[in-house]
């Protein structure tokens, strides 16, 4: 079926954003930073790919790297210092953090203003209140624009949503239920605890999978021609790659795909459009600000 094709489309909106950026008036660019705590290896890869993105689009960056065991009141000092900057419009930490620092504590300690992740509990609260002026939370953000670009309907069709995260699951399902084009529809979310999964997942038009687990959605679980959104990023042991390890997806891409409708693959599908997501929040915080309204 299909391919939803998130890399290309990635390369499309970077273009997009990095023709916006260059249009913007007077001599400040946007700025992001990133926090880093430790050398976790798949933590250092996103980084660098967005750091990477920003330079192609136009937006300025700087890393800050700290080792694993920082004193939690010694990195708060640091996000401290970066909310004061009025050089730096947003401020990711990457999760997730060493065990003494809960990733929730560093998310609320980052200005809301500077909050281009979306996980600041006034973001939060303003996507509960389908407030317009907060920051949505990037992965969900590139799922609707996903959907949105490749021209799938969203009103009144059943979607499903198999994980509960902070990161992608809640804020999804509460994008799905705005009460706007690209939402309204009929949301329901399952996890680990559901008592038969399938058996709710074979109900989606939209089946969305962000549970972290290497292929547990498989033929049986999807209705034929449901749209599948595959938010996993597994590493599983590969002796046949370079690096030893290949990526797979939340969803057995194998067997579902002859049966599904459109289908995101792993990589090359979600991933990408975070990062296009991220420079778009950036772009918007400069925007906050500077004073400008939004295009
Ligand atoms: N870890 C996994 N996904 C994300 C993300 O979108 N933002 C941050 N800050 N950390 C993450």
Redesign the pocket.
């Known amino acids: 079926m299909e391919l939803l094709d998130g890399k290309s489309l990635a390369s499309t909106l970077t273009q997009e954003l990095a023709d916006r950026v260059a249009a913007l008036p007077g001599a400040r660019r946007p700025k992001v930073a990133f926090v880093r705590v430790g050398e976790d290896p798949a933590s250092v890869s ?1 980084v660098r790919k967005k750091e990477r993105t920003a330079a192609e689009v136009g937006i300025e960056s700087e890393l800050h790297v700290f080792p694993d065991d920082i004193a939690k009141d010694d990195l708060f000092a640091e996000v401290d210092r970066l909310n004061a900057d009025p050089t730096v419009d947003g401020i ?5 953090l060493p065990g003494h620092i809960p990733d929730e504590e560093a998310f609320d300690r980052v200005d809301p203003s500077k909050d281009v ?1 979306g996980f600041h509990k006034v973001n939060l609260g303003k996507l509960v209140q389908e407030d317009p002026t907060g920051f949505v ?3 969900p953000r590139g799922i609707l624009t996903l959907l949105d670009r490749y021209g799938i309907a969203i009103p009144g069709k059943r979607v499903v949503v198999v994980g509960r995260s902070l ?1 992608v699951g809640k804020p999804l399902a509460l994008l799905f239920l705005r009460r706007q084009q690209l939402g309204n529809a009929t949301v329901t979310v399952c996890h680990s605890r559901t008592p038969d999964l399938g058996e709710v997942t074979r109900q989606a038009d939209i089946l969305v999978a962000a549970v972290g687990q290497p292929r547990m959605i498989d033929a049986s679980m999807v209705r034929p021609g449901a749209v599948v959104v595959d938010v996993g990023i597994n590493r599983v042991p590969d002796a046949s790659k370079k690096s030893g390890h290949a990526l797979v997806g939340d969803v057995d891409f194998d067997s579902v795909q002859p049966l599904s409708g459109p289908i995101t693959p792993v990589p090359g599908g979600v991933g990408p459009l ?1 990062v296009a997501m991220l420079m778009e929040n950036t772009l918007q915080a400069y925007q906050l600000h500077e004073g400008v309204h939004p295009a």
């Open positions: 996103y990711l930490i990457q999760s997730p992740d939370a990037c992965t990161i975070t």
